[in-house]
């Protein structure tokens, strides 16, 4: 295995990232997905969407033991506040969802790259399954801002997973929901009306599609995204421990340019967000 990255080059992340962070708002969406708010000025201020932060869950030595990585969902900078999105689906994130305002979590942050795009972008296409909503809020206020044209397909197995459909519907110029039982939206694959767009559209040179979710619909992406010839990026989701490049536990694999030998990069550090190009969902 060849991991592309020298991980002795960060050995920890500067200072100013670690910080105690006081929780503003703690609020439940659904049964089982909660946002919060939390005050921190030096994350909301350098944070660039698709980036995440890492919680101290447990306390010193205590469990959970490693810390829990969470992109950052929206933020702002005059108030110097950011705010996590999640889902419980273990220990870490079941302890989150009994935080109360005015408890400090410890955050180190903003972490890891994020989502780009070129000047000339028009069209800007946003794609979330699931709980892979949670980083393209943030996203989609910092296209809209620069009068990007945004169109989000927000899929999730029901209405209860899906999550913020009001705040795409109040900003994006389109927004269409799919789930998979049809209890709300379009009943389907959300790949489904993105194929039927792409395929009726007859200008994709200024258009990208930025996506997050599980790696099944990150690899339905990067296909699209192949066939169509057009720009894309998906976030990626792996286990992790540091969160800045030390531990190697984050490994993902890439294409190779040049070599048939297979090639790594670190999510925490090259990613999470990748070039459908460059990598292997
Ligand atoms: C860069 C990045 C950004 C993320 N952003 C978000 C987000 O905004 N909202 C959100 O809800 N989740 C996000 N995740 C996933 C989130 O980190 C995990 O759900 C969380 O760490 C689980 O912790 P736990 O203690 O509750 O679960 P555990 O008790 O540790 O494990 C429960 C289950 O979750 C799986 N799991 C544990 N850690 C991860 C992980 N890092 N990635 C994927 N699966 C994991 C385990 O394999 C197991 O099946 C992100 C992950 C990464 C790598
Ligand atoms: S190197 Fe430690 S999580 Fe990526």
Not at 122 to 143: N, Q, R, Y
Not at 209 to 234: H, R, T
Request: contains cysteine; charged residues 20%.
């Amino acid at each position: 295995m060849v991991v592309t990255t020298d991980p002795i080059k960060q050995l920890t992340p500067p200072s100013k990232w670690i910080l105690d962070c006081d929780v503003i708002a703690v609020t439940e969406l659904s049964s089982d997905i909660y946002l919060m708010r939390l005050h921190g000025s030096e994350i909301a201020n350098n944070a660039s969407p698709g980036q995440f932060v890492n919680l101290r869950l447990g306390s010193s030595g205590g469990s959970p033991f490693l810390r829990r990585p969470f992109s950052v969902c929206r933020r702002r900078v005059a108030d110097g506040w950011f705010e996590i999105l999640w889902k419980v689906v273990g220990e870490g994130t079941a302890k989150m969802a009994a935080f109360k305002p005015n408890m400090t979590v410890n955050v180190i942050g903003p972490l890891g790259r994020g989502y780009h795009w070129k000047e000339s972008l028009e069209h800007a296409i946003l794609v979330a399954g699931g709980i892979g909503v949670a980083p393209l809020p943030f996203l989609c206020e910092e296209l809209t801002a620069r009068n990007k044209k945004v169109i989000a397909y927000l899929g999730a197995q029901n209405v209860e997973q899906l999550v913020m459909s009001d705040f795409f519907e109040s900003l994006a110029s389109e927004t269409v929901l799919v789930t998979d039982d049809g209890s709300l939206g379009k009943k389907g694959l959300v790949t489904v009306p993105l194929i039927n767009y792409l395929s009726h559209s007859n200008d994709l040179k200024n258009t990208a599609i930025f996506s997050c979710g599980p790696s099944g619909l990150l690899s339905a992406i990067s296909g699209i995204c192949d066939n169509f010839n057009v720009s894309g990026q998906v976030a990626i989701e792996t286990i992790m421990g540091c969160g800045f490049g030390v531990c190697v536990g984050c490994p993902v694999q890439t294409r190779a340019s040049s070599s048939d030998k297979k090639s790594f990069k670190l999510t925490c550090i090259d990613g999470p967000v990748f070039d459908t190009r460059e990598s292997i969902v």
